[in-house]
């Protein structure tokens, strides 16, 4: 039997915006669009009394809450606070999943020896909070998609353990929305089928369900009765580290170029140290002065975030790339494929081992 943990950071956008803003912490504080037609990120949990949810219009979020504080989104920040939080999860599994900006599957089975599920999801909460100030929810389960679904079920700042012999109990009254990746249509096509909860797919003939909805629906009949059984699969961050500069003019003074790949690249390189980061492929992006744009990737056979290899390798993939006869607009630097340093994973293994 395995044990994987969904942690989900709770509302993670206006957490954040509070956490560098704290006059903001008993405010109603909605994340959104930069224009009036923009729609909402998300909103605290104190703006959520309001009903101001997720997707929502500006406009009507507005009329809900009009005392609330609306604030456009900085991505920039966030992600730089989500690689914080997925590098102290990875610490914590066997295998890491990271999800979307503020979520990540662990498979801990391993790490249980000498320690319960609920303490050691204590454990990394206390971590994340320690580090980053930021709270978040944790679902435990025998399989991913009731990890996913206890997560969510004692938000904010919850943990819920499933047991794999409650786990279909746990299941029976929720609605089928509740499983992830059914959308509006599919829920439909549920509802016209009679099958509104969760427990009422699990009760269907498998062969019956196939035949009715298909054999991609398999996968939710298996959710359903607790069967599924998907590998969290061990996957390096996703994420990033990256820098652009547009000049003032078009430009095609190749000595000059150098000079800003220079900057750039120290800069990326210092970052990657700072948040203990190697990358393994490089990119660069060329945007010529008709808006053309191009990006040419490079992955190398080991690990860096040495500013030397980080410049050496941008400038081979723009020597190589480059149309002299042409002006430049704008140049980025990239470094992704990223995993943390030994540094890094040291530390973080010696702080499990306490
Ligand atoms: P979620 O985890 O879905 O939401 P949340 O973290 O804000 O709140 P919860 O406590 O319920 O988990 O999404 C994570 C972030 O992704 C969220 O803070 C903002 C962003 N997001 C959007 O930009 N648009 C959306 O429609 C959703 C759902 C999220
Ligand atoms: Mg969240």
Redesign the pocket.
């Given at each position: 039997m395995r044990t994987i943990f969904h942690v989900?950071?709770?509302?993670?956008?206006?957490s954040c915006e509070i956490l560098r803003r704290p006059e903001l912490k008993n405010e109603p504080v909605i994340?959104g669009g930069k224009s009036e037609r923009g729609v909402v990120?998300?909103a605290n949990y104190k703006a959520r009394e309001f009903g101001v949810k997720?997707?929502m219009s500006i406009v009507r979020a507005k009329e809900l809450c009009p005392e609330g504080v609306y604030l456009p989104?900085d991505m920039k920040y966030y992600k730089s606070l989500s690689l914080k939080i997925m590098n102290i999860l990875n610490g914590f599994a066997d295998k890491f999943e990271p999800i979307?900006?503020?979520?990540a599957y662990l498979d801990v089975t391993d790490k249980l020896d000498n320690i319960s599920p609920m303490i050691l999801a204590a454990k990394i909460k206390k971590e994340i909070y320690n580090q980053t100030k930021l709270t978040c929810?944790i679902g435990i389960a025998h399989n991913k998609s009731i990890a996913k679904i206890a997560s969510?079920f004692e938000?904010?700042n919850g943990v819920t353990y499933v047991k794999y012999d409650e786990a279909r109990d746990f299941l029976k009254d929720m609605p089928i929305r509740k499983i992830s990746g059914v959308g509006k249509v599919t829920e439909q096509q549920l509802i016209n089928l009679g099958i509104k909860l969760i427990g009422d797919l699990a009760s269907k003939d498998r062969q019956w369900v196939i035949e009715k909805l298909g054999k991609s629906s398999l996968r939710l009949w298996l959710i359903a009765n607790a069967l599924e059984s998907s590998d969290v699969a061990p996957r390096e961050s996703s994420e990033s580290y990256s820098t652009e500069k547009t000049f003032d003019e078009d430009i095609d003074d190749k000595d000059l170029i150098f000079e800003y790949f220079k900057k750039m690249c120290r800069r990326v390189s210092n970052e990657l140290k700072e948040d203990k980061y190697l990358a393994k492929t490089i990119s660069i992006k060329i945007r010529y002065d008709d808006f053309e744009t191009i990006t040419r990737a490079k992955t190398l056979p080991f690990h860096f975030n040495d500013y030397k290899t980080i410049f050496d390798e941008t400038l081979f993939l723009f020597d190589e790339n480059y149309d002299v006869s042409r002006k430049i607009r704008l140049v980025g630097v990239k470094c992704s494929n990223l995993q943390q340093s030994v540094e890094k994973q040291t530390k973080i293994t010696d702080f499990f081992d306490l």
């Open positions: 989900d950071m709770d509302s993670f956008f206006a994340i990120s998300t997720s997707a989104p979307s900006i503020d979520e929810s969510d938000k904010p």
